[in-house]
């Protein structure tokens, strides 16, 4: 039974990380400087998840948080701009924010989802409870 409490807490852990990559992306979705300072554009991030390897039981857990390098930066002429490259042009982020907004209500399910199984799981265990008083 106990068994059941932990693969719905671990799914609230793994939707949590994926809502703060999320939150992650939305912030920077304007930042066209990388974390060094240097010209270049925010690369979006995804959380991958994976199975429970055997070794911390059955559930999901987050594998990695990489790097989005399959969708390409938008480009948009400004030369005004403090980080535009020689022909003027800017590099904003890979960040659609229309993406991000179904992945944040997607995880937002998701996470209600284990939620409610943890209750439904505290019920089945309290009503065993009952039967052996």
Excluded: C, F
């Amino acid at each position: 039974m106990y068994g059941a409490l932990n693969i719905s807490t671990s799914g609230l852990v793994a939707q949590r990380v994926q809502i703060d990559t999320i939150a992650g992306n939305i912030s920077n979705a304007q930042t066209t400087r990388r974390a060094d300072g240097q010209p270049g554009p925010y690369l979006r991030r995804v959380a991958l998840l994976s199975a429970g390897d055997g070794r911390g039981g059955p559930g999901v857990r987050v594998h990695s948080v990489v790097e989005d390098t399959r969708s390409q930066p938008r480009q948009v002429k400004d030369p005004s701009h403090p980080d535009a490259d020689e022909k003027g042009i800017v590099y904003y982020p890979n960040v659609d924010m229309a993406t991000e907004m179904i992945n944040a209500m997607v995880a937002v399910r998701a996470y209600e989802a284990n939620i409610t199984a943890i209750e439904a799981t505290k019920s089945i265990i309290a009503g065993s409870l009952r039967l052996l008083a």
